[in-house]
């Protein structure tokens, strides 16, 4: 069977890249219908209908009702992985927004704005991502993996407003036009935001987002995407910063989120505190750090012990003060303080006197008061009141 026309007007167009890739050549629109009706010729010919003409209308109608609703669940199918690849913050998430460089005027019937789109690259296929960005909510996956280059990491320190030195960076650097590069800098710049630097972190954005739309415009998109950024006025600014305002605050609410959760957590840990004082009234605890010079063999001993505390811990302990060793002591998680105290006991760093007071002074009278009272409330306690 063959065409009565153009032989070029009988063949299908060549599909997307990647897609039928097992089917070297693509049978032709008259060899597909020979097909058809061979199909339908044999369900005829099993069938038997009394009305043949009737039967075969109504096989190929089966036929294209099947292709239909096969159609119909390839679009659900494909709407389904959009939406699932919408949700992670990953570059192919976020849109380059440059696609388009001409607003039209509004129609005198409408108060709603319409959008005349202009490709900057004409070369570059325009994406059905152009959407995506501004509505959907950033995810950062556990993906300890994702990580920029060096070269990538190099390039995230210059400054969002020097793009001359963005663009001599990267022409000497045009490896770092790709996906993983992006999603790099955008990992750097939530890690960024855990540690509460705000500017590294949209700059980190920036410079993630300057590849991105370099890499959407295709073939030349470098070029494009600097000529249009540094043209004074351009949309192509608004478009931009907006995205990159956009993602930065995403990151930056989460990042705030995130810390808000530590905080409440570290909070729930730190209720209860390991805190040193002498429980017998009348009595001291008092500082003995060990000496560094000493050539007693336990006192040795003691030191290597003292000099192996965090330098925090060995400036109190040097002031004397139980005050400054408790204030210490109260920022650590209770199993660590516990561990600590333990070492002061082995390196006889704490013990216990009694306290020398001076009774002519009004200061000294009231704690010999404080201390009498407290005895009299134990040896009651420990005879039981005569009354």
């Known amino acids: 069977m063959e065409s009565a026309g153009d032989p070029k007007d009988d063949k299908p167009p060549s599909p997307p890249e990647g897609v ?23 369900a005829l010919d099993e069938k038997k209908p009394e009305n043949r003409y009737e039967a075969m209308i109504s096989e190929i109608q089966s036929h294209e009702d099947k292709v239909m609703d096969l159609q119909k669940q390839l679009v659900a199918k494909l709407e389904e992985l ?18 388009s460089s001409h607003v039209a005027k509004s129609k005198p019937e409408e108060k709603k704005d319409s959008t005349q789109v202009e490709l900057l690259n004409p070369s570059f296929a325009e994406t059905s991502s152009s959407s995506a960005s501004g509505n959907q909510d950033v995810k950062v996956d556990d993906d300890s993996d994702i990580e920029s ?15 001359a030195a963005s663009l001599q960076f990267l022409s000497q650097n045009p490896q770092l036009l790709v996906e993983r590069e992006t999603d790099g800098l955008l990992v750097q710049a939530f890690d960024a935001a855990l540690e509460n630097k705000d500017e590294l972190s949209r700059q980190l954005v920036h410079q993630a987002l300057l590849l991105q739309y370099c890499r959407a415009l295709g073939k ?11 043209t004074k006025g351009h949309q192509a600014q608004d478009v931009f910063y907006k995205d990159v305002q956009d993602t930065y605050m995403k990151i930056r609410t989460r990042s705030r989120e995130i810390l808000a959760e530590r905080a409440k957590e570290g909070q729930a840990e730190g209720v209860e505190q390991i805190q040193l004082h002498a429980v017998e009234p009348g009595t001291v605890i008092n500082i003995k750090v060990p000496p560094a010079d000493s050539e007693d063999p336990e006192e040795q001993e003691a030191r290597k012990i003292f000099e192996s505390f ?37 390196a006889n760093i704490l013990s216990l006197e009694e306290e020398i007071i001076d009774a002519t002074t009004e200061e000294g009278k009231q704690q ?18 005569p009354e």
């Open 20 to 42: 039928h890739t097992q089917e070297k050549e693509q049978p032709s629109y008259t060899k597909m219908m020979a097909t058809l009706l061979d199909q339908v010729n044999k």
């Open 82 to 99: 959009q939406k699932e690849e919408g949700r992670k913050i990953t570059s192919e998430g976020i849109h380059t927004g440059f696609d």
């Open 149 to 163: 280059s060096p070269a990538g990491k190099k390039f995230g320190t210059i400054r969002a407003n020097d793009y």
């Open 220 to 230: 030349d998109g470098v070029g494009l995407f600097f000529k249009r950024i540094t």
């Open 310 to 346: 965090k330098p925090e811990m060995r400036k109190a302990l040097e002031t004397g003060n139980l005050d400054e060793v408790n204030k210490v002591l109260g920022e650590m998680k209770i199993d660590e303080a516990e561990e600590l105290v333990g070492l002061f006991g082995e």
């Open 368 to 385: 010999l008061k404080e201390i009498e009272a407290a005895a009299s409330v134990d040896k009651k306690e420990e005879y039981g009141d």
